[in-house]
T-cell receptor, first 110, second 114 residues
Framework: KQEVTQIPAALSVPEGENLVLNCSFTDSAIYNLQWFRQDPGKGLTSLLLIQSSQREQTSGRLNASLDKSSGRSTLYIAASQPGDSATYLCAVRGAQKLVFGQGTRLTINP | DAGVTQSPTHLIKTRGQQVTLRCSPKSGHDTVSWYQQALGQGPQFIFQYYEEEERQRGNFPDRFSGHQFPNYSSELNVNALLLGDSALYLC?????????????FGPGTRLTVT
């Protein structure tokens, strides 16, 4: 059974810092991995998708890496801004469904 | 191009009642998945519909059922509601074009059971 863990559960940093969110998964037989952002009470916004054959993806200030063999992914956020405050979820896809971690609640302080 | 839409936005029901949630997929998508997200938790997979059939199901009781229509929209039905069914219900759509498809999520329906 696939299990996804995200560390830390919560993170508070001052504006302008670079930061790393971590995601680990137990079964390396995945098709892809997605990072999502969720604002309070809202749906999920897809940030980055990494195919199983890829090592990393970049979008603006975001960079996600994938090490399938070790069951790890990181989301790097450069030059953080207060608008980045949200919960960040990673999810791995095996067969049809996504398996999610519990998320990292990120607060960027002005 | 409209993304994934869900209705209603919020819903309050009494324990024992039945509820129907609706989802319209992103234009061009043919697959719909439903997830339940309890407060402070990650979403949990309920089931997925493709070609009007349930293709895969998560660890949810038979009180949870669904349907997909010819236009690819979908409904989630929950019978005999329990207090523990209170959650954000998320619908995701995708295109079944092999193993690398990306899922797009709707804004969710907040269900409160009293």
């Amino acid at each position: 059974k696939q299990e996804v863990t995200q560390i830390p559960a919560a993170l508070s940093v001052p504006e302008g810092e670079n930061l790393v969110l971590n995601c680990s998964f137990t079964d390396s037989a995945i098709y892809n991995l997605q990072w999502f952002r969720q604002d309070p009470g809202k749906g999920l916004t897809s940030l980055l998708l990494i195919q199983s054959s890829q090592r990393e993806q970049t979008s603006g200030r975001l960079n996600a890496s994938l090490d399938k063999s070790s069951g790890r992914s990181t989301l790097y956020i450069a030059a953080s801004q207060p608008g980045d405050s949200a919960t960040y979820l990673c999810a791995v896809r095996g067969a049809q469904k996504l398996v999610f971690g519990q998320g990292t609640r990120l607060t960027i302080n002005p | 191009d409209a993304g994934v839409t869900q209705s209603p936005t919020h819903l309050i029901k009494t324990r024992g009642q039945q509820v129907t949630l609706r989802c319209s997929p992103k234009s061009g998508h043919d697959t719909v998945s439903w997830y339940q997200q309890a407060l402070g938790q990650g979403p949990q997979f309920i089931f997925q519909y493709y070609e009007e059939e349930e293709r895969q199901r998560g660890n949810f009781p038979d009180r949870f059922s669904g349907h997909q229509f010819p236009n690819y929209s979908s409904e989630l039905n929950v019978n005999a509601l329990l207090l523990g069914d209170s959650a954000l219900y998320l619908c995701a759509s995708s295109l079944d074009a092999g193993r690398d498809y990306e899922q797009y999520f709707g804004p969710g329906t907040r269900l409160t059971v009293t």
